[in-house]
């Protein structure tokens, strides 16, 4: 009875991990192997070990400058999208059942729609003869529109990935014993000061969540900048298409690939353990 | 129903032969005969206009002649080779409706099997000089790239049509000028075309790169897009008034009523073809032998040129009044540009890396 017991726990893991072993685990590992082959135009893809995909990312200023455009990309917007997202966490705790029904439908509308027609959705708005352009044109700023550049991107992973900062900064939230912020305030800090010392640092670990997987899914987007960055604004997933299905270059697409999963390992891994070593430590034990 | 002979009941054996052979062949395309397993193929091709063209006119057609069924799959000529490729253990496509640069780059790794010319008949009606020498797969329509440009803004500014390339450099079309990305065919033919214009050539595309950066740094380039839909866009929206187009874009346009009209550019316009590859291990490799033979017909190469504005490879097709100046013919074809196909695929990533460091970069 008891080992039947014991073995319980591993059952209810079981259909992860296979579908983590299949779907995840077995075809990084056959990226990583197909990363090291060589390619050529004339022969395909020749199956001797090689390190040149790999010195052609990280020798080059073209690929490097590529790597530290998708890195400031996925930074910018999970700052942004924290920004954005933690007023509205904020007021969805204090905020009425109803209200906070309205909210947070309409903080997930934007994962309702797909991302093709959301993504064209903003080029009508920001695009050239576009929504913002009419609007801004009675102002005396005709030919405005800013299609095509990183602040475009920016705006529209922001647009769909605030629901996952919302959302973690809210469990948080709604983790801290409202008691605390009470006797703060009782003993006489002002209500700024029980946000900055008091809700913030208890909320810090939704935080934290929230902007890595920002972060995660930013650096790792495709659609969004190749459809609003343009051609000109290449990052790692747009190169990663164009290697694997204009030039079937797929070991060095696999090379663009494996990087990029290293940049975000390297990313959490820094950003956890700053976080567990740093001043609010006892925030994530 | 499959047959409409039910009353013949005690038919003997050569009748109901001729019974099953003869409507399996002419009657199961329109009527349904759930008995037998209905032969099919897989169609690998292209959106757009020649999807609707092909779902319409040349499919139907060919069901209802043959009774094999034929599953179309939709994407690019790109797009599809990837699918063909990533799957040559296995092959799902019949069918793949390649271009040029695929189509030798397919045979290369011999992705692709050489027809039969006793299945596909039409093979010798084929212009001479666009079979394959190895009988690998063969071009079923042609067309250029050239010069698109819009009409309107042209005759509102009482400017002549442009004739040459180099018109693209003109100062009066600053920041109106579109150029495809160089992942599109019609930039790689562009750009292999200013590179023989300007001395080089395919082997040596040097003095185009420097060319086209001259371009984009005087003029500007409005847009890179990275497909014809995303061009129509461009040129449509008068975002831009001049590009390098294909003729069947412009063509397929113009049937619609545009304003953007195609000029073939002194220099030469460069001549390409989209081309029918039976996939190797495909399991109806005569099914698709009779497709592809189907789609070869003096009728369906004339049907072709008039739905898709593609013209036409068979010498005994005719090409539409309206598209006789656009379209070249086994007479013209030697003045167009035929850039080396063996270099270009040889060299693509090259031509792809620095086109993307000198000309499609951010400043």
Same mark, same amino acid.
């Given at each position: ?285 | ?100 640069? %695929? ?9 692709? !099997?050489?027809? @039969? =010319?006793?299945?596909?008949?039409? #093979? ?125 874009? %412009? ?9 953007? !009209?195609?000029? @073939? =550019?002194?220099?030469?316009?460069? #001549? ?92």
């Amino acid at each position: 009875m008891s080992a039947r017991r014991a073995s319980v726990p591993y059952l209810l893991v079981l259909p992860a991990t296979i579908v983590f072993l299949v779907f995840f685990i077995a075809p990084l590992v056959t990226l990583t192997i197909n990363s090291f082959y060589d390619y050529g135009r004339l022969t395909g893809i020749v199956h001797v070990f090689t390190l040149k995909n790999y010195q052609r990312i990280w020798l080059d200023s073209f690929y490097l400058e590529i790597v530290g455009r998708t890195l400031r990309l996925a930074s910018v917007t999970a700052a942004i999208t924290i920004l954005v997202g933690y007023p509205v966490a904020l007021y969805l705790t204090m905020a009425s059942a109803r209200v906070r029904g309205i909210i947070i439908f309409l903080v997930l509308s934007p994962l309702l729609v797909s991302v093709i027609v959301r993504t064209f959705g903003w080029v009508m708005i920001i695009g050239p003869n576009g929504l913002l352009q009419s609007l801004l044109a009675p102002l005396g700023a005709e030919g405005v529109h800013f299609l095509h550049t990183e602040a475009a991107v920016v705006v529209g992973l922001v647009n769909v990935l605030m629901p996952f900062v919302v959302l973690a900064v809210v469990t948080a939230l709604q983790a801290i014993d409202p008691a605390v912020p009470f006797a703060a305030a009782s003993l006489g800090a002002s209500p700024w000061r029980v946000f900055f010392k008091v809700i913030l640092p208890l909320s810090l670990p939704g935080l934290l969540a929230g902007m890595l997987i920002v972060f995660s899914l930013a650096s790792s987007s495709f659609v969004t900048p190749a459809v609003l960055g343009g051609s000109q604004f290449k990052v790692l997933s747009t190169i990663m298409y164009q290697q694997a299905l204009i030039l079937q270059n797929w070991p060095f697409a696999a090379a663009v690939a494996i990087t990029l999963v290293l940049i975000v390992l390297v990313v959490v891994t820094l950003q956890t353990n700053l976080a567990e070593r740093g001043r609010f430590r006892a925030m994530f034990q | 129903m499959p047959y409409r002979s039910a009353k013949g009941r005690g038919v003997d054996v050569t009748r109901r032969a001729i019974c099953l052979a003869t409507p399996a062949i002419v009657l199961s395309g329109i009527v349904s005969s759930p008995a037998r397993a209905q032969e099919k193929i897989v169609l690998a091709s292209y959106g757009g206009t020649i999807e609707q063209f092909m779902r319409n006119v040349a499919i139907p057609s060919f069901e209802k002649e043959t009774g094999i069924q034929v599953v179309y799959v939709v994407g690019t000529a790109l797009s599809n080779y990837s699918k063909v490729m990533a799957a040559r253990r296995n092959p799902e496509i019949d069918v793949y409706w390649a271009n040029d640069i %695929t189509h030798l780059g397919g045979k290369l790794q011999g992705l692709y !099997e050489k027809l @039969d =010319p006793n299945i596909v008949t039409n #093979l010798k009606d084929v212009m001479e000089v666009l079979r394959d020498p190895d009988g690998i797969g063969v071009p079923s329509n042609i067309s250029t790239t050239g010069i698109q440009y819009n009409t309107k803004i042209f005759k509102e500014k009482g400017w002549s049509p442009p004739t040459s390339w180099l018109d693209l450099w003109d100062p009066k079309f600053k920041g109106r000028v579109a150029l495809y990305s160089i992942g599109v065919l019609y930039s790689q033919e562009f750009l292999g075309s200013m590179a023989r214009a300007l001395g080089g050539s395919e082997k040596d595309i040097g003095p185009a790169i420097k060319k086209i950066k001259e371009l984009r740094d005087t003029n500007g380039i409005v847009a890179f897009p990275t497909s014809p839909a995303d061009m129509d866009n461009v040129m449509v929206q008068e975002q831009a008034w001049i590009s390098n187009n294909g003729s069947i874009r %412009t063509l397929a346009l113009k049937d619609r009523g545009s304003v953007l !009209e195609y000029v @073939d =550019p002194k220099e030469g316009a460069a #001549l390409f073809s989209v081309n029918f590859e039976v996939v190797k291990g495909s399991r109806n490799p005569i099914a698709a032998q009779k497709f592809i033979n189907h789609m070869l017909t003096a009728d369906m190469q004339t049907k072709a040129a008039a739905g898709m504005g593609y013209a036409p490879v068979n010498v005994n097709a005719t090409i539409p009044e309206k598209w006789v100046r656009y379209m070249p013919t086994a007479k013209t074809i030697h003045s167009y540009i035929r850039l080396d196909r063996e270099v270009m695929n040889k060299n693509l990533d090259q031509w792809i890396e620095t086109w993307n460091r000198e000309i499609e970069a951010k400043r």
